[in-house]
């Protein structure tokens, strides 16, 4: 996207704050009322038959699926079916947008030359009040990377999703789902329990981390972090399909396969984890294709890159 594009996209769409409420597998029931949208908003229902046919026909053997179709007795599962899957606490994040990408370098890596929107996935004032009570982190804090897309402000950031899309051509392309936090995080955790019995090290390793909280204290925060752990790659994926259906109104929605997303975003040496481009957007029923998203094909920087590849391939969702 070029720059002003993503600015104003940013202005019209950024306010206070957005609450996204997130609890495991709420991706079933948000890609179900995506598909068929259409038919509830008309008072109709869907039949189960029809289903079992559908582009999501995997998510049905999910637990909170079968619940909602338990309540079909008709054999027409409705909207409500869905809603009424919500638990009472679901986990409660902020969503912010920001853009990344000057069009400056192979860092950067987006497919094409220019900017991406990033969609923030932001941890709540609850959390934020657990994490300085026990982390008691300084200016620059233990978890962040601050030359990464995350929020400048006051915001601490879970995870985020980096975005290019095309309103000329109805498409987004997922470019990057990914999470700071949890990996250093993770890795602090591990050298605070290998330092136990070693006071006088680990004294030195949380100060150097930038941690004012003792050994135990960070042992117990990594504790509350375990949920989030759970759900923070479907979290954001989930809020990322949302936003680019309901905020931007486009319609096609792709996202990168493992070995062409390293190519077309240069990245060299040791990729992403492979993980995140194979099972979470087969998770979300996304189908492998081999047609590239119309407005990459348009650029020639890009359409070189692709002929490095003998099959390059996507994944698209179905609906």
């Known amino acids: 996207m070029k720059r002003e594009e993503v600015e104003e996209v940013i202005a019209c769409l950024a306010g206070e704050r957005t609450l996204f409420r997130y609890f495991k597998d709420r991706y079933c029931l948000d890609l179900l009322s995506l598909a068929w949208a259409p038919r509830w908003q008309r008072g109709e229902g869907v039949a189960i038959r029809e289903l079992k046919s559908g582009p999501f026909a995997g998510l049905l053997q999910k637990p909170i699926v079968k619940n909602a179709l338990s309540l079909a007795g008709d054999g027409f599962l409705a909207r409500e079916h869905l809603d009424l899957q919500w638990p009472l606490l679901p986990e409660t994040y902020v969503l912010t947008l920001a853009r990344w990408g000057e069009g400056a370098g192979s860092w950067e890596q987006t497919s094409r030359p220019g900017s991406n929107l990033v969609l923030q996935l932001n941890f709540s004032r609850r959390h934020d009040r657990e994490y300085d009570r026990a982390i008691k982190p300084d200016r620059k804090g233990p978890f962040t990377f601050g030359s990464h897309p995350v ?18 051509t109805d498409e987004a392309l997922i470019e990057e789902v990914q999470t700071d936090w949890l990996r250093k995080a993770i890795w602090v955790g591990q050298r605070v329990v290998a330092l136990r019995k070693e006071p006088e090290r680990l004294r030195r390793f949380l100060e150097r981390m930038h941690i004012g909280g003792a050994g135990e204290d960070v042992e117990s925060y990594l504790e ?3 949920n989030h752990r759970k759900l923070w790659n ?12 309901q905020d931007l109104g486009l319609k096609r929605i792709y996202f990168h396969s493992y070995e062409t997303g390293k190519v077309l975003k240069r990245i060299r040496g040791g990729g992403p984890p492979t993980s995140v481009y194979s099972q979470l957007p087969q998770k979300f029923c996304f189908a492998l294709t081999e047609e590239a998203p119309e407005f990459l094909q348009q650029n020639k920087a890009t359409r070189r890159r692709l002929k490095r590849l003998l099959c390059p391939r996507w994944y698209r969702l179905p609906c």
């Open 151 to 168: 929020h400048g402000g006051d915001r601490n950031t879970l995870g985020w999703v980096r975005i290019d899309c095309s309103f000329q």
């Open 224 to 226: 509350t972090l375990e």
């Open 234 to 245: 479907e979290a954001a994926l989930d809020a990322a399909i949302t936003f680019i259906r």
